[in-house]
């Protein structure tokens, strides 16, 4: 889901959480006829499971984003993630003194706006933070004043970094694209990751992927598969490893092949690396 789409859910997830916690105020501090207090208790179990619905799709994706981070997380999504755990606990300690201890209930008015605290904060490190920088969000493109700040080695530390949010490297070294097309798909990308990426990470990011593309042109087949090779050893191996001692290390195709599939397992991830990018890695390692 993209950040506005993200932004605007947390959005109604803050008025139903206000709406709800406004109508129990209501109920306990001015109750009205029976009709009307039956209307807004409707209304307030409504916006409140509406509220958890949402709250709980927002932790599903949260933590699918998470899991994908590769690198050091910031303060602010610490910060929120802190709170959204402990939202938990809040809200189901809420239901079940609702629907099973009846003789605590007078206790659930507190449980409102410390929730609704919860709902204020979370929102505005998310939507406030996107809404807040949203005009800073512009295509980027490289001109011949970047020069001085472009750096390989710092753009190839972004791709790995960022890239693999959402797809696996192999599929971005695969790719074979201009540098118009670079900038493209980059942009493309970083719209959806907005507005956590800057724009001197995209510059960096293009022109890691377009200087390579040059260098990969003209290349026969075993060169490229080589070329990937190295690529995979350096963004896969060296998460475990230092990339001295994978170079240093002498062994042969059984060897090799026994210690990669050792090294998938200690991942955790069957799918750490494809089929075909294990072959070229175990390739390269045989003869580097």
Not at 44 to 54: A, S
Request: glycine residues 6%; charged residues 20%.
């Amino acid at each position: 889901m993209s950040p506005l789409f993200n932004s605007s859910i947390a959005i109604i997830f803050l008025i139903c959480g206000i709406a709800a916690t406004f109508i129990m105020l209501e109920l306990r501090g001015a109750p009205k006829d029976r009709s009307i207090n039956a209307t807004l208790i409707k209304l307030h179990k409504i916006f409140g499971w509406i509220f958890m619905g949402i709250f709980l799709l927002l932790l599903i994706v949260m933590i699918i984003k998470v899991s994908g981070y590769k690198e050091e997380i910031s303060s602010r999504i610490s910060f929120h993630i802190v709170l959204s755990l402990a939202l938990i606990p809040l809200l189901g300690i809420k239901i079940i003194i609702a629907r099973r201890y009846p003789r605590l209930s007078q206790y659930l008015i507190a449980f409102g706006p410390i929730a609704l605290a919860f709902a204020v904060a979370l929102t505005g490190l998310t939507a406030g933070y996107y809404f807040m920088h949203s005009s800073d969000i512009k295509y980027v493109s490289l001109t011949g004043s970047d020069s001085k700040i472009l750096d390989e080695n710092l753009g190839r530390q972004v791709v790995n970094q960022r890239c693999n949010k959402c797809h696996t490297l192999e599929r971005v070294y695969r790719a074979v694209k201009s540098e118009e097309g670079w900038t493209s798909t980059i942009n493309r990308m970083a719209s959806l990751d907005a507005p956590n990426i800057s724009s001197f990470d995209i510059k960096q990011s293009i022109h890691f992927l377009a200087n390579r593309q040059k260098m990969l042109k003209g290349k026969d087949e075993s060169q490229l598969n080589k070329a990937f090779g190295k690529t995979i050893m350096e963004t896969k191996c060296t998460s475990c490893h230092s990339l001295e001692r994978i170079v240093q290390a002498k062994k042969g195709k059984e060897k090799w092949e026994s210690t990669v599939k050792r090294m998938i397992k200690y991942s955790g991830n069957p799918e750490y690396l494809t089929k075909k990018a294990k072959g070229e890695l175990i390739e390269y390692l045989i003869n580097k």
